[in-house]
């Protein structure tokens, strides 16, 4: 992204084309993609647009935009909100106005070339100020406050289109130029005498410096040869055509960058959406969904990352024509950046991915949990419903002992279910240690739960065993009881019997039957007095149950 910011503060942010001379000065500044911004979220953020406003050098009319031609790229420039990318600018770029080749003065300043004009050539004035606005906000804000040196080559100039381009420069830049080199060729010293003591007093308009150069050869007086480029007699390597080509493409990645922590944030917001799942079925649907993020998680910054590491591969492994690396300042710095931002990503990435597995474990935890709720579901409603009904409807001690047998048959099924029920309500204990113990998120809950469901087995458990012992005493009661009714028929039989002498011996023997049915009988009144007892014992501990029944859940 692009950004413009005044030019009386020399920390201009990222790399864009500022507009005219007014805004340039009082425009407000843009936070953005800086060459050395220390935070990856503002290295990346979208400056907010600012507002253009119109050039007080030039009229206005209603077929132009802030007071330039419609036609001109400034116009275009103003009607973008300030905001020109690489991509925007490259016809203009192509034109290689002004370049920056990355060299430095002795000074450690900048330096941006505008290079000679051709015979009969016109320099545009509207492209060169673009151009002149985007240069220098592709630089690092340490740069940028170390100034700029302006190299002039004049050769192919007038000297009126000398003056010009001077005055462009303290319209464009005034903060921003620290000294203008002016090459001119040697004749053109002859002829112009008159004129450079007018400029003598016209320098002292410029926010700058002016030094005024008969040939590319007296340049070296003020900049080493390495920082030069052929043209103004060094060798520093530079490519106008691979320099466009990398601003595309370092442009790009920017993009790229910001484009992908928006889709971080989108799955972070996807991620970390609250969806509610009432049951157990509705909690895998959304640890599912959650799973199936991973590989879009691990996949997303990729690409960035690639295109990145080309990047810096494409400008540290890259030597000029004669072998030897061709590694600017200026590189170095986008180099910086791109590392920076390359760390930044991986930094959010691994955030991201931390995330995801924290977010997993949440849901996992979540799904334990409606587990868990659903088994004590199960074994609540069973011991509330069937099981308590079975008990509290089983008052039924039977007649005989056959009655007895068909309801010891019922009392065993349902004493296995219970054993069923004990073994999941075992299985729950087991599951909510293993919980806590993994610092489960509910785990008071549960333990509170189980408490609970624990103590309502145990008052079932409790009923339960009364009932197996209600039923077991009445089989003896009655067993007894049918005994007794066949002594006291066999002796009734006895004593109905005729032809039976009726001697001592036989009168004490019916004496001592009788005493036995006596004896019978005490143990069955002692019995049934014992079953009446249990019964109403069983009663008191249900109506206990019912009026406490708070405390088993």
């Not at 320098?203 to 920082?227: G, N, P, V, Y």
């Not at 950046?337 to 955030?351: A, C, F, S």
């Not at 009988?521 to 008191?540: C, D, K, T, V, Y």
């Amino acid at each position: 992204m692009m950004a413009y910011a005044p030019p009386n503060s020399r920390g201009l942010t990222i790399h864009g084309s500022l507009v005219d001379t007014e805004q340039f000065i009082n425009g407000p500044s843009s936070s953005g993609l800086s060459m050395s911004q220390p935070d990856i979220t503002a290295a990346v953020s979208t400056p907010s647009p600012t507002v253009y406003q119109s050039n007080p050098l030039r009229s206005h009319s209603p077929a132009s935009i802030g007071g330039w031609p419609v036609t001109s790229p400034l116009a275009k420039f103003a009607s973008s909100g300030g905001q020109w990318k690489a991509v925007d600018m490259k016809p203009v770029l192509d034109m290689k106005l002004a370049f920056l080749s990355g060299g430095r003065d002795r000074e450690g300043r900048s330096i941006v070339a505008i290079p000679a004009l051709h015979k009969g050539e016109e320099r545009p004035r509207d492209e060169l100020t673009t151009t002149l606005y985007y240069l220098v906000n592709t630089v690092s804000t340490e740069v940028r406050e170390n100034g700029f040196s302006i190299v002039l080559d004049g050769r192919g100039y007038s000297w009126q289109l000398v003056k010009q381009t001077l005055r462009l420069l303290q319209d464009c830049l005034p903060h921003q130029i620290d000294v203008v080199y002016i090459i001119q060729a040697g004749q053109f010293w002859h002829r112009r005498q008159s004129s450079f003591s007018r400029h003598s007093r016209e320098k002292s308009r410029f926010e700058f410096s002016t030094i005024m150069l008969s040939s590319a050869e007296k340049l070296l007086r003020h900049i080493e040869e390495s920082q030069l480029t052929s043209d103004l007699g060094g060798f520093l390597p530079y490519n106008h055509s691979e320099w466009i080509s990398f601003r595309l493409n370092l442009e790009q990645f920017m993009n790229e960058v910001d484009v992908l922590l928006e889709q971080m944030l989108l799955l972070e917001q996807r991620m970390t959406k609250d969806y509610v799942a009432d049951d157990v079925e509705g909690a895998e649907q959304v640890l599912q969904y959650h799973c199936n993020l991973k590989e879009e998680v691990k996949m997303c910054p990729q690409g960035v990352l690639k295109k990145g590491r080309d990047l810096i591969s494409s400008i540290e492994q890259k030597p000029d024509d004669s072998g030897t690396s061709s590694i600017t300042p200026d590189k170095i710095n986008a180099t910086a950046t791109i590392r920076h931002l390359l760390e930044g990503v991986q930094r959010k990435h691994r955030q991201l991915e931390d995330l995801w597995s924290s977010h997993k474990s949440q849901l996992e935890q979540n799904l334990q949990l409606k587990i868990f709720e659903r088994s004590v579901y199960k074994v609540k409603s069973w011991l509330k419903g069937r099981g308590m009904e079975a008990l509290s409807n089983k008052q039924d001690i039977g007649d005989c002992c056959a009655a007895i047998e068909v309801l010891w048959q019922q009392h065993e099924k349902l004493e296995a279910k219970a054993q069923s029920i004990y073994e999941s309500l075992t299985q729950l204990r087991l599951m909510v240690d293993k919980l806590c113990g993994a610092n489960h998120f509910a785990s008071a809950d549960m333990r509170q739960c189980i408490a609970k469901l624990s103590n309502r087995y145990t008052f079932f458990d409790a009923r339960l065993q009364e009932r197996t012992d209600v039923l077991r005493l009445s089989m003896t009661f009655h067993q007894h009881l049918e005994e007794w009714r066949e002594e006291c028929d066999q002796c009734r039989e006895e004593l109905m019997k005729e032809g039976v002498p009726l001697d001592d011996t036989a009168a004490e023997q019916d004496r001592q039957q009788l005493e036995f049915l006596q004896q019978i009988a005490g143990q069955l009144m002692q019995e049934g007095r014992g079953l009446l007892e249990m019964m109403h014992q069983q009663a008191e501990m249900q109506e206990r149950f019912t009026s406490h029944k708070a405390l088993f859940g």
